[in-house]
C-alpha cells in the first residue's frame, strides 16, 4: 500500500523559511526577557539631595537611600548609550567622588566605575555586589520595584529652584 500523502517519505527534506534579512533576530534581541535595570551607586548622604543634584543635572531619576550612599535609580535604561550618557551627567555634578554604574540587561549584570563625566574602568560586577547594602542587590537581582523602597525621592518634576534649595539643605543666609 502507497504511503498517505500527508507522510514524509525517504530523502523529502523539511519545509524551512529563512527570512530576506535578519531584522526578526534584531527585533528579538532588543526585547529581553527581563526588565533592564540601571542604578548608579554615588557617596551622596542621602537621597534627596542625590535626586536634587541629578534634577539640575538633566537625569530621570529614583533617588534610593542606603548605608553607603544614595542610589539613583536611573527612570530610562533601555538604551546603553543614554544609560552611559546619564552616568556621565551624574558624574559631572558629584565630581569630587566616583559613581559606579550597575547595569542589569540581558541577564548580564555590567559595573563600571565614572568620574567627573569621564568613564574610568570596568569593575568586576560580583565583586561590587559582594559589599553591596541589600537595597541594591534587591532593586539590581531581586527584582523588587523601587516605589517598594522606603525614603525615594524623585527628580522628576523638581524645579530648579527646589533642587537648589535641596542641596543647600534648606538654610538661609544670613545678614
Known amino acids: 500500500m502507497d504511503a498517505a ?7 523529502d527534506r ?3 523559511e529563512v527570512p530576506d534579512d535578519l531584522s526578526g533576530l534584531e527585533a528579538a534581541a532588543a526585547e529581553p526577557d527581563e526588565p533592564v535595570v540601571a542604578i548608579v551607586v554615588t557617596q551622596v548622604a542621602g537621597a534627596r ?12 531619576v529614583d533617588a534610593v537611600p542606603s548605608p553607603v550612599g544614595a542610589l539613583a535609580v536611573l527612570r530610562d535604561a533601555a538604551d546603553a548609550a543614554r544609560t552611559a550618557e546619564a552616568a556621565a ?3 559631572r555634578m558629584l565630581r569630587t567622588s566616583p559613581v559606579i ?3 542589569r540587561r540581558a541577564g548580564r549584570i555590567q ?5 567627573a563625566g569621564e568613564k574610568e574602568d570596568d569593575l568586576a560586577a ?7 547594602p541589600d537595597v541594591l542587590d534587591e532593586l539590581l537581582v531581586g527584582g523588587t520595584p523601587v516605589g517598594e523602597v522606603d525614603g525615594v525621592e524623585t527628580s522628576v518634576g523638581m524645579s530648579r529652584w527646589a533642587a537648589m534649595r535641596a542641596l543647600s539643605g534648606g538654610r538661609r543666609k544670613r545678614d
Open 111 to 115: 559595573a563600571s566605575r565614572w568620574s
Open 126 to 132: 560580583g565583586l561590587v555586589l559582594s559589599g553591596a
Open 49 to 60: 539631595p542625590l535626586a536634587a543634584a541629578c534634577s539640575l543635572a538633566g537625569v530621570d
Open 101 to 103: 554604574l550597575m547595569d
Open 5 to 11: 500523502p500527508d507522510e514524509p517519505r525517504a530523502g
Open 89 to 91: 551627567a551624574i558624574s
Open 14 to 16: 523539511p519545509s524551512v
